[in-house]
């Protein structure tokens, strides 16, 4: 964000076309992001809408009229935004550069390629906005802790997911040669769906063991399924613990700037020095 | 509680109603409490019994006159209430107030709506008195401590179904596309519904994919539910484990600055100096 | 235990008797116990094997014999038991008292009461001797860890299952009006069952919302047990974290006695003396 | 491995037949370990494909020609191991050893048994080579504490289950009583499987409770469920909690005896000496 927000070298009109689109400080700026969020909402409901066959049969030329508006003034917001930055090249690489463009796509898509407008409801991620307008500064902390947390056990959740699918493929193998084709496990991926829907606890119901060695091998699968789910809350729980420690512990060493000790550290760690 | 406990200035007969209503230290109060909790219980089976068909052909009218009668007292005690406490305007804006009044405007709002009175339910939140009555003190300070847990985690928890929320929309929107309307993906909301049911892990089995790639985007999002769930968990294990420590006082050591020090610790467990 | 234990007072053979019953030191005890295992280990399976229709018929009267000869070794165990304690009413009043005689009635009620005898299957209760056998010391020290952590908990827990059941008590009435009978929610406890089985995320599938509105009241339900799980987790997490930690912990004050000092602990921290 | 990796008295061809298969720092047995994983991949997704009828039936001998070209391949490679190691025998009771035997064995056994070609799904296992290839020490390291946090805590979980089994062995026979084979809890082992299904919170709803007492069980059961999720939970947090703390090491300051300062200090939070 701090590459693209150097507006001062920016002449009169982009600098004020950039404080209004990108900052909510102005009354201008926050009317902006308002009138933004309310016309993602709507054009979201609009695409909900017009998936229901009830309604798209009665209102379906209104609701395409909507969209094509709703399209048009988000096409127009982006190249504003292209215009108004000094670099748009780092805009358009950011995160919500490309939830933007995503999100005007669909509709053009869809000229080309029949149900291709459905995939804009990508434009719900550009709902992430709301938590910049609100300033909700404490949110966006909170957000931090729990990405944090998952950041950094992000290695360890690889792990687990990785033993969980090579697991499932055992798993849902051996189902397949219990099972057979005539009870509904006709093939190993399949099988292997039927292996996740049993750990994860889903349980569709969809495909069940019907032999008693199958509903032997389910119970194990389900018992497996019910302990091993401590796992990542475990891995969680421990790293969201440090995340939460680090936040309270941001405090500054006046002899050697290190930042990050403890809540109820007296002496700085590294240099020896009171705090 | 503290603006309605002020009894000081009542008239003699007001005072002696509130003690009863109220309060549960004389035997009056303990035994009004105690019927109380009895008739509630009372009013809440007869409304369940009422719903089953073949209860309600067979005693239909005997119910009918039960929770009238029921009512009426409710409406006795809801006005002795009002009458009893100095500021009647704060009672009825209490918790407890309000839980009041909705408990007995179901059954008068059945005389113009027919069904209504099955929202009388809400008695059941009328049991929480018994915490009171029964001088479960420790049960109080108990759910003080879960009640901390979730109001310091409200932040996160916001944080975290607003995340799930978008992420059930585009899932859900994917699998509309995937699967479409020939597989009972009739409408996004629906698919929502659905991607909503698998992310949970409850898995009701009445919506299930049906293509290869549906059942590959359906054990993405059971693993994602299986692993997210972690987060929450997270959350309010560490929040739970913050409440339960503040709860128990943190103490510092004057000597060695040391702070986690146990409630019951006379001398300081690592200088020996006392506390 | 303790007051079973006295034998000193016993006559030689009781005291015999008592060593073999009751204790796993000597080889004949040892071997008395593992024998008692393995009984009631088959005569759990006999049980189970009689109530499979296509094994009833074949072996019926096979297995019908084999229980009575478990039910009338148990029987006899039961008795020597009695005869060999000083206090008969001590062991008969103790846990494992009671579900050595809960293991035999269920065969005689039989005679009485047909079907009574899979109550039986109550003797599982007795595996839990087989830890004793084992000399499984370090398994009853983790055993305790957890029943101490559930102990710590359970004034937590009560308070967090009578807030689920006033939730979902009120969730199935709300249920019960939006779909009606129409849709399978025939009756208010009923449709408290779905509540329970949407919230606790099992979702069976045996009834599901069919109207829009039931299935976003039940979208918020599921969200909502997706999000409160996390509560008994949290509470149980941080009451067998300081359970451990208890464990770990025990260093006796040579001064005062006291026990129940931290790991780190170098001083009492009651008396201020080291440790 | 240390007995596997004593090369320097092998045969200089031995030695470099070695450094190819085992190790992965020269370019020779980079490429070899990259290339093992390809064909170990290509033979999984090769098993899956001939266990899917439509394709079967039109690339049947294709995919049966590969299999026994993996197969071959995978034989050359696992004599060339027990080659080039000085003792082969420790490497063939090594955990990969037995993997890279079971990895050949079933196409073999499908030659005398139809079907256990499907066994070779096993093979999924030796994709755990993987970690070594990439170098992924770090992911080795949180593999580490995962798995000593689960080991740390096998007794207690092995208490929960066998607790669990008792559990559901109790419950499922009452339900049997409860239900009976007219609403498809035709046996006690049936039941004891519905039981397992509705604790884990899987809920396939292929067996549901009809009456209404047996719906109230249920309830009992889902709400168990729920709560007791929480124990191995909790366990496996606290232990993994005490894994990561361990991986950081305790050091304790010799002036003030406080130990729980980060890996990364070098000055006691506490007192300020030199740790």
Same mark, same amino acid.
């Given at each position: ?113 029949? @149900?291709?407008?459905?995939?804009? =409801? $990508?434009?719900? /991620?550009?709902?992430?906005? +709301? ?5 909700? #500064? ?75 060695? @199958?509903?032997?091998?389910?119970? =194990? $699968?389900?018992? /497996?399924?019910?302990?091993? +789910? ?5 891995? #969680? ?39």
């Amino acid at each position: 964000m701090s590459a693209i927000n150097q507006k001062q070298d920016l002449s009169p009109r982009r600098k004020k076309l950039y404080e209004v689109i990108f900052e909510s400080d102005t009354p201008a700026g926050r009317w902006f992001d308002i009138i933004l969020i309310i016309i993602i909402l709507l054009s979201v409901i609009t695409i909900m809408l017009d998936s229901i066959r009830s309604v798209r049969s009665q209102y379906g030329s209104l609701l395409f009229y909507a969209e094509w508006v709703f399209t048009v003034l988000f096409t127009i917001e982006y190249i504003s935004r292209l215009v108004s930055v000094k670099r748009p090249l780092v805009y358009a690489k950011s995160f919500f550069g490309i939830v933007d463009l995503l999100a005007i796509l669909p509709t053009y898509v869809s000229l080309f390629i029949p @149900g291709g407008q459905y995939l804009i =409801v $990508i434009r719900m /991620l550009r709902i992430l906005r +709301i938590f910049r307008v609100l300033k909700l #500064v404490k949110y966006v902390g909170e957000s931090k802790v729990i990405l944090q947390a998952l950041k950094a056990s992000r290695r360890k959740i690889t792990v687990f997911i990785f033993t969980v699918l090579t697991l499932v493929t055992i798993l849902g193998s051996l189902m397949y040669l219990i099972e057979g084709e005539e009870n509904g496990f006709t093939s190993i991926p399949r099988s292997i769906y039927w292996a996740v829907v049993t750990l994860t606890t889903v349980g569709y119901g969809d495909l069940t063991p019907q032999t008693v060695l @199958g509903q032997m091998l389910a119970v =194990v $699968i389900m018992l /497996l399924g019910y302990a091993i +789910i401590a796992v990542p809350t475990g891995i #969680v729980t421990v790293e969201m613990s440090n995340a939460v420690k680090q936040r309270i512990g941001i405090r500054k060493c006046s002899n050697c700037s290190s930042d990050n000790h403890d809540e109820d550290a007296v002496y700085c760690k590294y240099c020896g020095r009171i705090l």
